[in-house]
């Protein structure tokens, strides 16, 4: 069947009133432990008083400013959750630095406040022991019960990191989160300046997000501890990032033979997508790269370092970015085209040992020297294939939400950036423990990233060849299996992260040496690609995760050469709803919905499924933004004006459907695929995640029109605004249908979700709702970003296997539509 290209409506419905359907009641009941309520406030009220003592005492060295205040340290008993957003009153300057639950299940708070403000807390606590609510209960039970103890804060009440602080005189690099609250970003100036007073060393990168402002600095905990009024800036401290640091056998003439033929098989049009490594530099002096790879577009990040590469890695991911697995290209007499370039900025500096650094900020500046040098292509996929250890258990890194800023490009105001990042890998010693070891090693910084594509690896090699290797065993033995390299998010305590990894590309396999009983790599289970190297060899084979990511990073940059017009979250889109789950993907997983999704992520991608449609499966493409949040001012009595912050807008999509052809086929199976993909703008400071201090600015979901559901009734499910006053509406979603499910489907920031019914059901269900929850856009006013707009991409495909059938071109038929790709709304 003729591949068709893909549909864009180029009509919507507008933007409708939006309010959550739902009556709030608050999070439910937030238990705290039994209390005896007087003795129980005046102990709190003497353990304020005491640390505010104890701060006033201590000495100020001479020439040193006195302290802007204190910070206190809270802590609740195993178990129990503080009530953190209680603990922050702004318009007193009193904030919440951060928060942690440590390996005993005691949450600490870490709580600046001005000098004179700690009476707001003896306040409370006084209230809470003499006073009670309309209801009967203690006035600011919920806050005061869910403390036990507070106690002045010291440089450990700061560590939000995994493991033990390091040793008081052991010198290390750490991650320096400052409080930027009110500055504007001259808390980094002085942090530098009162640092270089007591000899630390603070590297010249910093990163930006909303409230707080991150360096690497190396010292002593006792270093740190002697900086002029450090905790009037600190939010946090955690360690800084260390970075790990056939064919074949024909030798140099044989494979220069192979690779001098191939060149003359390839046709390089004028490139209008790219693929830009941020990897270990490219060296381009091979006759397959330097076709379609710029000398002007290999940079380095660090302007001082030089743009080779003498590690080899990024030479064999850029082979990979072009041609794929080299074995199709060389073993066949086809022509190519090649229809993107690659790029390189490189991020890691030469050497065997890799001091840290601030690995997010220096991701950034290597995007910005990329667009400098080529400011005509916005159609880029950046291959991030550098990772460093996972010790976040999926908690957000300043490296993973430097990530998320720059796929967002919010404060740019200019389009997403789409960025592609391996999952990481298991260590070569534990894949023969495979698949159960995958399961308990996580993905690695900065995969957890929300608006990256995070990329594992599955593996369809599976036989071995040579001769030499007779009797070595393939550890994944079945094609389409998880490969033995690629890490997973299913160990990751929280379940609210975002689905990780997103997708997995071919990683190649290892084998078990009958020798030793370990896994090792051998060719025939590998992946062919570049290498430039002084013996004259042209060839090599490589794998893992960072290859995945290399053939993912390839797809994206073929389908926008496809599409040059669409957005990044379209092409982010389109890959994950292209993907699918193999047959030993399904049975590793025995259906358990979480654990496939979590080490599979969405499954293989397909590209021509990615690209085209088909006369019996049918993919329509939106690209649309809306308000998700407003300001709402209100008089009430006496004219009292009230301001509060609410939802604002959602979209209705009444899709071009083939309702005529569906209604024919009758009881007739059919499918239909959602996929809705965003950026959010992060917010990485470790505040405990509560509704106030979310990570993410906004969310959206999507909801289908029930096929039995009016459209007016439809609109009153999802949406209070859309219902008469009182008016009660049965809200409750129904997954029978859906292979995931509302509740799984929601995480992260690009959902994706395939409705298996009949064709007389899917007839009734062409409309589609795009609507917002909160974030803390909307929950932190004060920041000015409850106004903005949240650009998505809504991708929608029907399909049945009936080949006879044509449900495109009544589609085609009913509206206007570009098929040359998405002008924006």
């Known amino acids: 069947m003729d591949p068709l290209r893909h549909l864009f409506p180029s009509v919507r419905d507008a933007a409708e009133s939006y309010q959550y359907p739902h009556d709030v009641r608050g999070s439910g009941s937030f238990d705290v432990p039994p209390r005896d309520r007087v003795p129980h406030a005046e102990a709190l009220t003497l353990q304020v008083e005491a640390a505010e003592n104890a701060a006033s005492s201590q000495p100020v060295q001479e020439g040193e400013a006195a302290p802007e205040g204190l910070v206190l340290d809270f802590r609740g008993d195993p178990g129990f ?65 869910s403390i036990t103890e507070i106690r002045l804060a010291t440089l450990e009440s700061f560590w939000r990191d995994a493991g033990e602080m ?156 072009l041609y794929g697995c080299l074995t199709g290209l060389l073993g066949s007499q086809e022509p190519m085209t090649l229809r993107h370039c690659v790029e390189s900025v490189k991020i890691m500096p030469d050497g065997a040992a890799n001091d840290p650094d601030l690995w997010g900020s220096l991701t950034i500046q290597a995007a910005a020297r990329i667009e400098i040098a080529a400011p005509q292509r916005s159609q880029r996929a950046f291959s991030l294939t550098v990772t460093a250890e996972a010790r976040d258990d999926g908690a957000p890194s300043s490296w993973s939400a430097a990530v998320d800023q720059m796929c967002a490009a919010v404060d ?195 590209f021509g499924r990615a690209c085209w449609s088909a006369a019996n499966a049918a993919t329509m493409v939106i690209e649309s933004s809306l308000q998700p949040f407003r300001k709402k001012v209100t008089s009430g009595a006496e004219n009292k004006r009230s301001v509060s912050y609410t939802s604002h807008q959602m979209d209705v999509h009444r899709l071009p459907w083939p309702t005529e052809v569906l209604r024919g086929l009758v009881d007739a199976e059919v499918r239909m695929r959602v996929t809705l993909s965003y950026f959010i703008e992060p917010s990485p400071g470790r505040r405990g995640w509560t509704r106030k201090h979310r990570y993410q600015s906004h969310g959206l979901r999507f909801e289908v029109k029930r096929p039995e559901e009016t459209l007016d009734r439809f609109r009153k499910r999802v949406s209070k605004a859309a219902r008469d006053e009182d008016e009660q509406v049965d809200g409750g979603g129904d997954d029978r249908e859906w292979s995931i499910g509302k509740q799984l489907r929601c995480k992260g920031s690009v959902h994706s979700d395939m409705w298996r019914g009949t064709a007389a059901q899917l007839a009734a269900s062409g409309v589609i709702a795009v609507y917002p929850v909160t974030g803390w856009w909307k929950e932190r006013p004060h920041l000015n970003r409850f106004d903005k707009r949240a650009s998505y991409s809504l991708v929608v495909s029907i399909e049945t296997d009936a080949v006879d059938v044509d449900l495109y071109t009544p589609i085609v038929n009913q509206v206007a539509v570009s098929i040359d790709g998405y002008g924006g709304p």
Not at 88 to 116: N, Y
Not at 562 to 570: G, K, Q
């Open 81 to 145: 959750k503080l009530k953190l957003d209680s603990l922050e009153f702004r318009q007193s300057g009193i904030e919440l630095r951060s928060a942690r639950t440590d390996a005993t299940g005691v949450m600490h708070a870490s709580v600046f406040v001005p000098h004179g403000k700690t009476g707001y807390f003896v306040k409370r606590f006084e209230q809470y022991a003499r006073e009670e609510t309309k209801k009967g209960r203690p006035k600011n039970q919920e806050l005061v019960e």
């Open 166 to 321: 390091p040793s008081a005189d052991e010198p290390v690099w750490w991650e320096i989160w400052l409080s930027d609250t009110g500055r504007d970003g001259e808390v980094v100036g002085l942090f530098r300046q009162r640092a270089a007073a007591q000899e630390v060393a603070v590297t010249d990168r910093d990163l930006a997000f909303p409230e707080r402002r991150v360096v690497l600095a190396k010292a002593t905990r006792l270093q740190l501890s002697a900086i002029e009024n450090l905790f009037d800036m600190l939010a946090e401290l955690r360690l800084a990032k260390l970075l790990p640091g056939e064919f074949i056998d024909l030798g140099p003439t044989g494979q220069g033979e192979f690779v001098e033929e191939a060149v003359t098989r390839v046709t390089v049009t004028p490139p209008s997508a790219s693929v830009c490594h941020l990897d270990t530099g490219v060296n381009r002096g091979h006759p397959l790269l330097e076709v379609a790879i710029g000398s002007q577009h290999v940079l380095s990040a660090d302007p001082a370092w030089s743009p080779a590469d003498p590690k080899g890695h990024g030479t064999e991911m850029a082979g990979l970015a």
């Open 412 to 606: 740019e105001e200019a389009p997403g950036r789409l960025v592609l990042v391996a999952a990481g890998n298991l260590p070569l010693e534990l894949r023969h423990e495979h698949p159960n070891r995958n399961l308990v090693e996580g993905v690695e910084d900065p995969g957890q990233s929300w608006n990256a594509l995070t990329v594992g690896a599955f593996t369809e090699l599976v036989s071995v060849r040579q001769s030499a290797y007779s009797g070595w065993r393939p550890v994944a033995s079945r094609s389409g299996e998880l490969s033995p390299a690629s890490r997973t998010s299913r160990i990751w305590s929280s379940r609210s992260w975002p689905i990780k990894p997103d997708l997995l590309m071919e990683g190649g396999n290892v084998a078990i040496d009958p020798a030793t009983g370990r896994a090792d790599f051998i060719d025939d289970l590998s992946l062919l690609t570049t290498r430039v190297h002084a013996s004259g060899a042209q060839l090599t084979t490589t794998g893992d995760t960072s290859a995945a990511t290399a053939l993912a990073s390839r797809f994206a940059a073929r389908l926008w050469a496809e599409y040059p017009s669409l957005r990044a979250e379209t092409v982010r889109a389109l890959m994950v709803h292209s993907a699918r789950w193999t047959e030993p993907m399904l049975e590793f997983a025995d259906g358990n919905k979480e654990t496939l999704l979590r080490c599979c992520g969405y499954g293989a991608p397909d």
